[in-house]
């Protein structure tokens, strides 16, 4: 399968405690992106990266959460000091630069904050 | 916040009859894209059109865009239960990520 998988598919956490998420994109993709989704809304932007570097954050991504490419390739996203209001889907994409921006986005993961 | 508004939030259709969804957007854009999630999956890209096309067509699927009133329609010919979904119009402009509109649910009953 070579699509963008994320790792785990649903994790339920207690509140408080640090989750980390990983995506691993196509492999010849250079730009990957993450957005979190809830219910009854569309895909809200959260950061992207283009090889290793992070090049913009949403005001959404509040110091709570962190995200890395440290090798342009796999991505991971914490969220530190979960909270309730972090339980959404949180989706991971990638794309080639230039090419209109079509994205393949992965199954997403299920976060669950009791 | 979301740029792109899908009209109607929830569509549903008898099998074998077409469905329509608008998008309207707020800014100028390189181009608009149709992406469709089935529930609780990620999403899957259907179409692009890019800002000085008006018309595309892929299968089943028709989709116009009206930069002058910054607007998009999608059109699903002779649908089929499987065609049951979420469907979102996102925009493209310049680098910046794409902004997704808040989708129309479409139920397509058998």
């Known amino acids: 399968d070579t699509g963008v998988s994320q790792n785990p598919r649903h994790k339920i956490t207690k509140r408080g405690q640090n989750v980390t998420f990983r995506c691993d994109p196509i492999?010849?993709?250079?730009?990957l992106y993450w957005y979190r989704q809830t219910l009854g809304q569309g895909p809200e932007f959260l950061t992207y990266?283009?090889?290793?570097?992070?090049?913009?954050k949403s005001r959404l991504l509040s110091d709570r959460f962190s995200a890395e490419r440290p090798k342009g390739s796999f991505s991971t996203l914490e969220i530190q000091r979960t909270e309730q209001g972090d339980s959404a889907m949180y989706l991971c994409?990638?794309?080639?630069?230039?090419?209109?921006?079509?994205?393949?986005f992965g199954p997403g993961t299920r976060l669950t904050v009791l | 916040s979301q740029q792109g508004e899908e009209d109607p939030q929830a569509l549903s259709i008898q099998e074998g009859e077409n469905a329509t969804m608008n998008c309207s957007y707020k800014t100028s854009i390189n181009n608009l894209q149709w992406y469709r999630q089935n529930s609780g999956r990620g999403l899957v890209h259907l179409i692009l059109i890019r800002s000085n096309e008006r018309e595309k067509h892929s299968g089943r699927l028709r989709v116009t865009l009206d930069t002058s009133k910054k607007s998009s329609s999608l059109l699903i010919t002779a649908s089929r239960a499987a065609d049951t979904a979420s469907y979102f119009c996102?925009?493209?402009?310049?680098?910046?990520?794409?902004?997704f509109g808040k989708g129309t649910r479409l139920s397509v009953i058998a």
């Open positions: 492999s010849e993709h250079n730009r």
């Open positions: 990266f283009q090889n290793e570097a992070q090049l913009e």
């Open positions: 996102a925009t493209a402009s310049g680098n910046t990520p794409l902004v």
């Open positions: 994409a990638s794309s080639l630069m230039g090419e209109g921006n079509e994205q393949f």
